[in-house]
């Protein structure tokens, strides 16, 4: 292990993912005494740990990089549309280097507690190996999707093979040559992993819950020529998705499904399905908004599936039904549903065949035909605690020594997603009531890191020792994140956005979607008042 941490601080950072470096280079540069604290290894968060094969990233390359430095941007070259977890760490890893970030970074250590001392205006983080770090301020960059959440179904530890779940894939790989493989849940992870499994596997069982929208990636090698030309203007192209809703560059069409022709319905969509990627959710004006146009793209995507798969039972049972299109996350494919027509392969409905337990020869099923489904290898594309699960994992005391957790017992309370009230002088990257898990999550992470590093300097300017958010601006806040998101479909969705895939947790919809160009906008507002809504002193 790396010596501790530095015992007194400015700034401690937890996470040393994208928004941790970040955070960790802009508050070097502004010469505060800052150092980072990190779990894993290495850099990289999420890319660090989800190396299953297949896994790749759902947003295209140009867009999922920091703009920050335009000599990074000039000097890094992606080879792919959507780049895969090998080339992403690559590039972490070249920023850390570029930047010379691992000096001021100890590997290896989770924080476990964080408690306010008010005399002193300041954090005491501690950690597992006893470290116990005084800082100022505290940047929580633990990652949105970091707290891998296996299922809980009886008899796992009986299991006699091995068992792994995609989030936290052991980096010397998973012998599946020949292999007897089950994979569990079909989200993004799922969809990713499963193909691969196929072409190595000597059968493999998936065990499906509900079937999820699934459109093709349509990857393939990055047109250099285009890349190159987009370096030539990137912060021109950057500053158009800092001011997008999605923060992207998905370009909404302007009519509506409803009122289309069915013919021309059909070709559009079409020319979205060729295109590949998640552009199709905005192909019309109302398909986030609207249910009975969301059905019209609902019942497109139904029809491929029948197209690509071979056993209509088996496309049957892939299909989505009874929740809006998009309103889970969108999943993108690579040869996914192409799988499905193999010899080697099988699907398991779990609501028609539900897994009872987990046994040492592999998955019992019941149903009309209860069966052991015997396995060499298991694994879990079973999700994340999303959005709360890394924070609530620390005991984080606040004023007065209220825990976080009982704060937020009946879900996430937060002002502009970055604080929380009770808890000075502590900000979130990428926390709930952000956009950012909704939007391009690097357009999210600069401007969060941007926004508090300015915070910060804005405080250190005028001999402010504490900056806390007010009660009454947090419950506005609240209600704004609500009320835009009850104005769309996204809250009908079972989906860990609502906290709906990890039993006991509060139903509430956390991400902010009222638009990255929008929150950017308040985000500002309240610094130019002088962080209204932050009271400091
Ligand atoms: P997701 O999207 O939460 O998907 C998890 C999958 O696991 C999903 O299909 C779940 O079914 C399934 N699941 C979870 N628990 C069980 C149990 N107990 N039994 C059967 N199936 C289960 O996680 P991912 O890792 O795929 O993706 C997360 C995000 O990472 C993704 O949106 C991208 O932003 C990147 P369910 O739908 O809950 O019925």
């Known amino acids: 292990r790396p010596g501790p941490p530095p015992a007194e601080l400015d700034v401690l950072v937890v996470g040393a993912g994208f928004a941790g ?20 290894g290495d850099v990289g968060g999420v890319w660090y740990w989800n190396r299953y094969p297949g896994a790749r990233c759902d947003i295209e390359s140009v867009d999922y990089c920091y703009s920050f430095s335009p000599e990074l941007v000039r000097e890094w070259d992606w080879t792919e549309r959507y780049p895969s ?19 001021a970074i100890t590997f290896g250590t989770r924080v476990t507690a964080l408690s306010f001392d008010e005399d002193a205006d300041a954090w005491t983080a501690e950690t597992e190996h006893g470290d116990r770090v005084t800082a100022r301020h505290v940047i929580m960059a633990t990652g949105q999707l970091s707290v891998a959440k296996p299922p809980e179904i009886d008899g796992i530890a009986d299991f006699a093979g ?58 393939r090698p990055l047109d250099q020529e285009y890349a190159a030309e987009l370096k030539t203007r990137f912060e021109e192209y950057r500053e158009q998705a800092r001011n997008h809703p999605g923060g992207t560059h998905r370009v909404r069409r302007p009519d509506s499904a409803v009122q289309a022709d069915p013919r021309e ?9 060729r295109r590949g990627g998640p552009d199709i959710q905005a192909a019309y004006r109302d398909l986030t908004t609207d ?30 039904r009874g929740y809006p299109f998009g309103s889970k996350r969108l999943v993108l494919e690579i040869g996914y549903y192409d799988t499905f027509n193999r010899d080697n392969v099988r699907l398991v409905d779990t609501r028609t065949a539900p897994i009872e337990r ?24 079973t999700g994340f605690d ?40 502590l900000f979130f990257m990428a926390g709930p009531g952000s956009p950012s898990v909704i939007s391009n999550v690097l357009v999210s992470i600069e401007q969060h890191v941007e926004w508090v590093t300015d915070h910060l300097e804005y405080l250190r300017k005028n001999g402010l020792r504490r900056s806390e958010a007010v009660l009454e601006k947090e419950d506005a806040w609240v209600d704004h994140v609500n009320e835009v998101a009850g104005a769309t479909l996204y809250p009908l969705g079972n989906s860990w ?28 507002d309240v610094a130019a008042r002088h962080y209204d809504g932050f009271e400091t002193r």
Not at 85 to 96: K, N
Not at 304 to 313: H, M, Q, S, Y
Request: hydrophobic share 40%; proline share 6%; glycine share 12%.
């Open 21 to 40: 470096l970040y955070a960790l280079h802009r508050l070097r540069e502004l010469g505060h005494r800052v150092h980072a604290v990190e779990a894993a």
């Open 85 to 103: 977890q090998p080339e992403i760490l690559r590039y972490i890893d070249h920023v850390a280097d570029r930047f010379g970030l691992r000096e």
């Open 162 to 219: 091995e068992c792994h779940h995609t989030g936290d894939w052991p980096h010397d790989g998973v012998d599946l040559d020949g292999r007897r493989v089950g994979v569990i849940g079909t989200g993004s992870s799922g969809v990713q992993v499963i193909p691969r499994i196929a072409e190595r596997a000597g059968h493999l069982t998936v065990f499906q819950r509900t079937p999820h929208f699934v459109v093709p990636a349509m990857n």
């Open 265 to 273: 319905l059909r070709e559009r969509f079409e020319e979205y399905w």
């Open 291 to 320: 249910l009975a146009a969301n059905e019209k793209a609902a019942e497109f995507v139904r029809s491929k599936i029948r197209e690509l798969v071979r056993d209509p039972e088996v496309a049957e049972r892939l299909t989505p």
């Open 358 to 381: 987990i046994e040492a020869g592999g998955v019992r099923t019941g149903g009309e035909r209860p069966e052991l489904h015997e396995l060499d290898v298991l694994v879990f594309a």
């Open 386 to 425: 999303a959005l709360t699960g890394a924070l609530l994992k620390i005991d984080i005391r606040g004023r007065g020594g209220i825990s976080l957790r009982e704060k937020w017992a009946a879900g996430p309370r937060t002002y502009l997603g970055l604080s929380t009230h009770g808890f000075p002088n």
């Open 497 to 524: 956005y609502l906290g709906a895939n990890v039993p006991g947790k509060p139903r509430v919809f956390m991400p902010y979607v009222g638009g990255v160009g929008r929150y950017r906008q308040i985000c500002a």
